[in-house]
């Protein structure tokens, strides 16, 4: 008897000794479930984006991929969680412009993005438009431009992310136009459907709805391409100003994971965002799934800097 | 007329009745539980949706949804913890009839004026649905300011006790709304350095611990006999309410209902705000005020009717213009994305079965609701009768996993355990919990909303005046405040104490 | 007079407000075009402030103080059986806190149950460990697994669900 417990201890201790801290080789990866965490709530275009790439990148690696919520501190309690997580490969998350570029000239964030993250790929790109409530008398950006020289035009938006386009089209062209902040994506274009504020840029997850609808013009793309949805609609810079509003997506691991692992994983998002199923149901929402490497994510957030740190310091809103 | 009727059809398919039957089933559950919200389950739920066709699934999540108001109830009137934020306010007098002996009247009236409502409601969004969506676009930052002071102003009506208390707490409860990144300027506030609060008090926390961590330590407080005293009798028909409770239901229910759908259509309004209108209202009209915290039937009727056509108000907004009045049907707007359906004002030409089969489905939900819920209210009166030195330990726990599971934050359970026991020495010494969650709602809003107004107009105060819905609110908050301060006769003893 | 518990809590309340005015006197009352961050929180801080003062000196009448009890059960009142109940209940909860933090689910649940049955309750051992079990077993099964929900994960956790997947 006592001998069988013995040996019963031992299994288990040997069973627990092994399965605890998980082995780490890269040989292995991943040999358990990996949390994908996600800075918004759930239901959030990104929440939902997020669940539809988990989804194929389970498949591809055979194990499940669960994704976590942490909302709040503006989008950056995820990313902190992130940060402070083991590079071990099974904790991977959300990351765009506002962890590396706005947050931290905002807020103190307890990291230094570009050192806390080591980033596996860019995953989508959020595309803005420019619109105005269908009874306003603006027709075009012309009009729009125009008629704020006559009398100050506000227009509604949610982060500093999106208003980069307008803030440079101001610059440009000298028009007088006041950034009326909102707390919602669908909150900031109801107010404009209402006729509350004059304009609204906002992504085209939250805008599609009311411009099919016919209650919202659809003046020109704030992006650097044109809508799928809307491809008759000019973007800012065809129309002749270099202005356009930056909104990739993409996901890191914390910095310091094994390099094998990080590529493994960059492959996965590779082939997830091939999958024209996934395609599909990411443009649903009116995102635009697009793919660029790990290095490439960085270089291009690294080009946004600038057009950034203007938005932000001409807003009033960089306090650090 | 014909398109219902063909909506109904829709619905009466073996495979679509069972998605209804398992969406409401699964919002009662988490309805019942605290802190777990219809949220995460639907989030976690939609990427099995993905294989079924959309009128199926988004039944199915819908059904979620308004399932979590019926369950949310049973936790309030049975343990004083509100399940969903929604029922905060069934804590008040619900708990106080299951003192009295009268959990199963309280659980029958709160699942009949729950149906009540919701059928109600779900008529309202059937055929008054075009206007109203019209009428939600009016409501620009102004108006809303406007709208939230009403609501403050009504805050007069919740507490009896001491006046500078209950003003303290309405104080307090704003700053709370203050703590977080800053509306417009987004830089931090009041987060003493503090990361994890830069994304301000979540109400999750705030509620469970005021309320229902606060109410465990108050347990153990009591003797234990005291406790099982409070199970009532179980008999089959424990749920049914005596001919004076429900005579005195229907004015409640009937009030609930209607101020519930308005409130519910608002963007940012919402079962939260409906459930306490609901009891001031109720409060003021009813001839037994001095009642009300002690087992009011009124204070527990009108709420929970409220709560329900909130919950069916803010599909008005979500089906007619594809815009979401709330983070719930947000997510069912991403859910139909998915799919492939653009809600909005377009739905009822082109694809005229799918809105029908969501209303029929809400009908026949609510009907499931029903059944489910009224012949177990015997069972779950049960739960009554178990010891305290097993109830409140599971309590604990179920509290700590809702608290965690909202924002995987450890740090909010902490805030909930500080809650508690900052709630509980509160209550001993007479202040209004019940106000802190009231303000800490509208506050947020209401700061919000006059600035980004004052942004609009340039810093010209007249914008607050400028529409026909602002001054009708203005008007209502000088009414209000003026009969407010008609001197009351003045009651032998205040409205929060216990029976003697 | 002596400083009841009434007094100390609107001491505590000024405290906060004071706290609360500290942190928003920090925030620009006023923006480019309107009211800042710090107008609101400020003022708020301040009338929390004198509203608080205002309890705090108010005469205190006896029926005041017995009448205001807000449906709670007193500590004051409570006989002694009791007080020790309700001591065990506040480290329970503190423990429960710490635990979510670095003991992870299972473990927190376990010690928080045993110790509010075993010690606040006077209920035995094996009812104790018995329930305690049952309760965390239930977390895990309809929660962490069923429903999905996220759950504090400690070492201890971790082996389960790598013995279970």
Redesign the interface.
């Known amino acids: 008897m006592p001998a069988g417990i013995l040996r019963f201890a031992m299994g288990l201790a040997l069973?627990?000794g092994v399965?605890?801290p998980?082995v780490a080789g890269a040989d292995t990866w991943p040999s358990?479930?990996i949390t994908l965490i996600n800075n918004f709530p759930p239901g959030a275009a990104t929440d939902l984006t997020a669940r539809i790439l988990a989804r194929s990148i389970e498949k591809q690696l055979g194990q499940?991929v669960?994704v976590?919520n942490v909302p709040g501190g503006a989008g950056q309690l995820g990313p902190a969680e992130l940060a402070a997580s083991k590079p071990d490969g099974y904790t991977m998350g959300l990351v765009g412009t506002s962890t590396y570029l706005t947050a931290p000239h905002m807020m103190d964030v307890p990291f230094d993005a570009w050192k806390a993250f080591s980033p596996i790929a860019q995953a989508s790109e959020l595309r803005y438009g420019l619109a105005v409530p269908s009874s306003s008398p603006i027709k075009s950006v012309e009009d729009l431009i125009a008629a704020s020289k006559k009398k100050r035009l506000t227009y509604s938006s949610t982060s500093p992310n999106n208003v980069v386009a307008l803030f440079q089209l101001a610059k440009l062209t000298g028009a007088n136009l006041?950034w009326v902040v909102f707390n919602g994506g669908n909150e900031a274009v109801l107010q404009a459907v209402g006729g509350h504020v004059d304009a609204v840029l906002q992504s085209a997850t939250e805008m599609k709805p009311q411009i099919e609808a016919g209650k919202l013009r659809l003046l020109a793309s704030a992006s650097p391409a044109r809508w799928a949805e809307y491809p008759e609609v000019k973007t800012l810079r065809e129309l002749g100003y270099d202005a356009s509003s930056p909104g990739p997506m993409g996901y890191a691991f914390p910095a310091g994971v094994d390099p094998k692992i990080r590529d493994r994983m960059e492959e996965a998002f590779k082939g997830a965002l091939a999958d024209p199923e996934v395609q599909k149901q990411i443009q649903a929402l009116g995102i635009v799934p697009e793919y660029r490497s790990g290095t490439d994510f960085i270089k291009y957030l690294r080009d946004l800097q600038q057009p950034l740190l203007v938005v932000l310091t001409e807003s009033?809103m960089k306090t650090r | 007329m014909e398109a219902l009727l063909g909506g109904f059809a829709t619905v009466f398919q073996p495979m679509t009745l069972l998605y209804c039957f398992i969406g409401v089933f699964l919002g009662t559950v988490v309805g019942i539980l605290p802190g777990?919200g219809p949220l995460?389950?639907i989030a976690?739920l939609l990427p099995i949706t993905f294989k079924m066709d959309v009128t199926s699934a988004i039944i199915m999540l819908s059904g979620i949804y308004y399932g979590v108001a019926y369950g949310g109830t049973i936790t309030s009137v049975l343990m004083r913890i509100p399940g969903e934020a929604s029922s905060i306010v069934t804590c008040l007098d619900g708990y106080?009839m299951a003192r009295k002996g009268r959990a199963g009247a309280a659980l029958g009236i709160a699942a009949l004026g729950s149906f009540f409502a919701g059928t109600v409601g779900v008529i309202a969004v059937s055929f008054l649905s075009p206007p109203l969506a019209s009428a939600v676009l009016a409501f620009g930052p102004a108006e809303y300011t406007m709208v939230m002071l009403a609501g403050l102003a009504l805050v007069t009506y919740f507490s009896s006790?001491?006046r500078?208390?209950a003003?303290?707490m309405v104080?307090?409860g704003?700053?709370l709304g203050?703590i977080g990144s800053?509306p417009?300027?987004m830089?931090p506030?009041?987060?003493?350095g503090v990361f994890h609060l830069s994304g301000g008090v979540d109400l999750v926390p705030l509620a469970i611990g005021l309320f229902g961590?606060?109410?465990?330590?108050?347990?153990?407080?009591?003797?234990p006999e005291n406790l099982k005293v409070l199970a009532p009798p179980s008999r089959l028909l424990g749920f049914l309410p005596s001919r004076t409770e429900a005579r005195r239901s229907v004015g409640p229910v009937a009030r609930g209902t209607v101020l519930g759908f308005l409130v519910g259509l608002l963007p940012g309004g919402g079962a939260v705000l409906s459930t306490f209108l609901s009891y001031a209202v109720e409060r003021k009209l009813s001839r037994h005020p001095e009642e009300f915290?002690r087992g009011a039937v009124e204070g527990l009727a009108g709420p929970e009717s409220a709560n329900n056509a909130a919950t069916a108000g803010a599909f008005v907004p979500l089906l007619c213009m594809g815009i979401p009045a709330n983070a719930i049907t947000a997510l069912l707007l991403g859910a139909f994305m998915i799919h492939g359906v653009a809600p909005g004002p377009t739905i009822l030409e082109r694809q005229p079965e799918l809105f029908w089969g969501v209303v029929a489905s809400m009908y026949i939900g609510n009907v499931m609701l029903l059944i489910l819920n009224l012949p177990l209210v015997g069972l779950f009166v049960k739960i009554l009768e178990v010891p305290?030195?097993?109830l409140?330990?599971?309590i604990?726990?179920i509290c700590?996993?809702g608290v965690?599971?909202t924002n995987?934050a450890?740090a909010d359970?902490?805030l909930a355990?500080l809650f508690?026991?900052v709630g509980?020495?509160?209550?001993?010494?007479?202040?209004?919990l019940g106000l802190v969650i009231l303000s800490y709602v509208l506050g947020a809003i209401f700061?919000r909303s006059?600035?980004q107004a004052?942004?609009i107009s340039?810093?010209d105060l007249s914008i607050f005046a400028s529409s026909p819905l602002c001054i009708a609110f203005a008007v209502i908050t000088a009414v209000l405040l003026a009969v407010a301060l008609i001197p009351r006769r003045r009651l032998p003893?205040?409205a929060?104490?216990?029976p003697a | 007079m002596s400083i009841g518990?009434?007094r100390w809590?609107a001491l505590?309340?000024l405290a906060?407000?004071l706290?609360?005015l500290w942190?928003?006197l920090k925030?620009s009352r006023w923006?480019?075009?309107?009211?800042?961050?710090?107008l609101?929180?400020q003022a708020?801080?301040a009338?929390?402030a004198v509203?608080?003062l205002?309890?705090l000196l108010?005469p205190a009448s006896d029926d005041?103080a017995q009448?205001?009890?807000?449906?709670?059960?007193?500590?004051g009142s409570?006989?002694p059986a009791?007080?020790h109940?309700?001591h065990?209940?506040?480290i329970?909860?503190?423990l429960?806190?710490a635990g979510?933090?670095w003991a992870g689910?299972v473990v927190?649940?376990f010690v928080?149950?045993v110790l509010?049955?075993r010690f606040?309750?006077g209920?035995g051992w094996l009812r104790s460990l018995g329930?305690?079990a049952a309760?965390t077993a239930l977390?895990l099964v309809c929660?962490g697994w069923l429903?999905?929900?996220?759950?504090?994960t400690g070492?201890v956790d971790?082996?389960i669900?790598?013995?279970l997947?």
């Open positions: 069973l627990l399965a605890a998980g358990r479930e499940t669960v976590k006041r009033g | 777990l995460t389950t976690i106080e006790g001491s500078f208390k003003l303290l104080g307090f704003l700053l203050c800053d417009l300027a830089t506030r009041l987060t003493f961590i606060s109410e465990v330590l108050s347990m153990a407080l009591q003797k915290g305290r030195a097993y409140a330990p599971l604990l726990i700590m996993i965690y599971s995987s450890a359970v902490l355990a508690g026991v509980y020495v509160l209550r001993r010494y007479g202040y209004d700061e006059a600035r004052l942004a340039d810093g003893v205040p929060l104490q216990p | 518990g009434a809590t505590g309340l906060a407000a706290a609360a942190q928003a925030l923006g480019f075009d309107g009211p800042g961050p710090g609101f929180p708020l801080g009338v929390c509203l608080a205002a309890v108010a005041d009448a205001e009890g807000g449906g709670v059960e007193r500590y409570a006989p009791q007080r109940t309700f065990v209940y506040l329970a909860l503190a429960l806190v979510t933090f689910f927190t649940a928080v149950v509010m049955m606040g309750e209920v329930f305690a309760c977390g929660f429903l999905r929900v996220s759950l504090p070492w971790r082996a669900y790598a013995m997947r």
